[in-house]
């Protein structure tokens, strides 16, 4: 059975073919770092995460762009009230949103280009733009002319008739259904500060959409296989980001479109104002098993609406550790014969979750192969012990199953203090600031806890070391 995905783009689920063969180009939206990325946005990563690591598991090789959005109306307007550098600001929401894709299990993607290390790419795109009539400049910045692209609204199935001609907004996010041309470039103004770049398009900042169609095309080409996102990003964000690629590549942007619904916590939408806006290390700080939060936001279709409850994560808890518990529980006796109904069951199991998966990402099924597959071993195993090959049989599907669940041989999860994530502040402080010598004693401080830190081009990464020093 072949794998299958719903494409938002056609509207029905269709046989997945990558445009190369043995090769996934994958795009993702990442995070807008203007504040820590919540559990919203979470749902997102971790239903992402499934869909990669099911496509390694088919034997495909992905290679996966998560963009970073570093600059944007929202970080500009906080960038100005702190009185801050623009990398100062959002490097620590960089730090932290890296951090939490560690503690949920969520394996690295390939490329986290950042939108400010990409102005060249985004000011050729724009150019081209202009130069094929797509766009228009104006005091206020560069625009896209949606009435000179026809096939716009082909994702969201918008009515560009409707539109009012000459009617064009400058902001990064407008009201939904509301079709405006949109700015591609955006002219500095007093209140931008020192955020601005100097290019041919004048002096300014790259609007919203086209950083990620300028991303996406530096590192996966200009068709690629899948571009994913939550639902809230296909309109405006997802069709201004074919309208620009296409007008500007000339050819098909994306063949795949897959979109996850939204979130909501206890019945509600999330919301400060409800006091159910949640933060990764809101959830830990109650005590609770980062896998179990993971869990829980795997375990729901992707394109159905998730209900988060603290009953939910009590509930995958149980289930991680009935899991957890089955696996650790296959011991052989060395005197038992081979079952060969043991067999069969396990390679339905396997069937069964594949074929599951295959069925666009249809997790509810393959969790529940899983466990029809633990309540059928128990049983066989009470009237007959395991043999050796009964025990590799089984723990070979269940590994297999895992490194696409990423929740049952999973090391207990890493997290760190308060006073550890601190001191890793405080020192990212210090090197800002050139205090090396600072730096240097809050990094022994944290390797004598265990700690070890290492500095990279997107951020500070730790790790625990297995035997503290000192």
């Known amino acids: 059975m072949s794998t299958r995905f719903y494409n938002t783009l056609t509207r029905r689920v269709e046989p997945f073919e990558p445009r190369e063969a043995g090769l996934v180009k994958l795009y993702t939206c990442g995070p807008t770092v203007y504040n820590y990325a919540h559990l919203g946005n979470f749902r997102a990563y971790v239903y992402e995460d499934l869909l990669r690591r099911y496509l390694q598991f088919k034997g495909w090789r992905v290679i996966q762009v998560m963009n970073i959005t570093d600059v944007d109306d929202k970080i500009i307007r906080a960038v100005a009230r702190q009185g801050v550098s623009l990398r100062a600001f959002t490097q620590p929401y960089i730090d932290a949103f890296f951090a939490d894709l560690e503690t949920l299990g969520i394996e690295a993607a390939e490329y986290y280009p950042r939108a400010t290390d990409h102005i060249p790419a985004m000011v050729a795109m724009i150019q081209q733009l202009l130069a094929k009539g797509l766009a228009y400049q104006t005091e206020d910045g560069v625009y896209f002319k949606i009435a000179a692209f026809p096939a716009y609204g082909q994702l969201t199935r918008l009515n560009t008739t409707d539109m009012r001609r000459g009617e064009r907004v400058i902001a990064d996010d407008y009201e939904k259904e509301h079709i405006h041309d949109f700015a591609l470039w955006k002219a500095w103004k007093p209140e931008d500060g020192d955020i601005y770049w100097e290019t041919p398009l004048g002096k300014g900042r790259p609007g919203w959409h086209i950083e990620c169609s300028a991303m996406s095309t530096t590192y996966l080409g200009a068709t690629f296989d899948i571009h994913t996102g939550g639902v809230d990003n296909i309109f405006p964000h997802h069709e201004n980001e074919i309208a620009q690629s296409e007008g500007a590549n000339g050819v098909r942007f994306v063949n795949y479109w897959l979109h996850c619904e939204h979130l909501r916590i206890e019945g509600a939408k999330m919301s400060k104002s409800l006091g159910n806006f949640y933060l990764l290390r809101d959830l830990i700080a109650r005590g609770i098993d980062p896998v179990a939060i993971r869990y829980t936001l795997l375990a ?48 339905t199991a396997a069937c069964d979750f594949e074929a599951a998966l295959d069925d666009d990402l249809n997790i509810s099924a393959a969790l529940a192969a899983l466990f029809s597959l633990i309540r059928e071993i128990n049983a066989l195993r009470h009237d007959q012990p395991l043999a050796a090959s009964d025990c590799r049989l089984i723990t070979d599907f269940l590994r297999r199953a895992d490194r696409v ?43 004598a806890q265990g700690i070890e830190l290492k500095d990279t081009p997107e951020g500070v990464r730790w790790s625990r070391k297995t035997t503290p020093q000192g």
């Open 300 to 347: 729901t279709h992707y394109r159905q609406k998730l209900n988060f409850t603290f009953a939910q994560v009590e509930a995958s808890a149980s289930s991680i550790v009935r899991l957890r518990e089955f696996a650790g529980s296959l011991k052989a006796d060395q005197s038992a014969p081979v079952n060969l109904q043991i067999a069969v069951t396990t390679a």
């Open 405 to 447: 669940l990423n929740v049952i041989y999973r090391p207990q999860a890493q997290v760190l203090t308060p006073a550890q994530k601190q001191l890793i502040d405080d020192r990212q402080v210090a090197r800002r600031e050139r205090n090396w010598a600072e730096a240097d004693r809050i990094r022994a401080v944290l390797l």
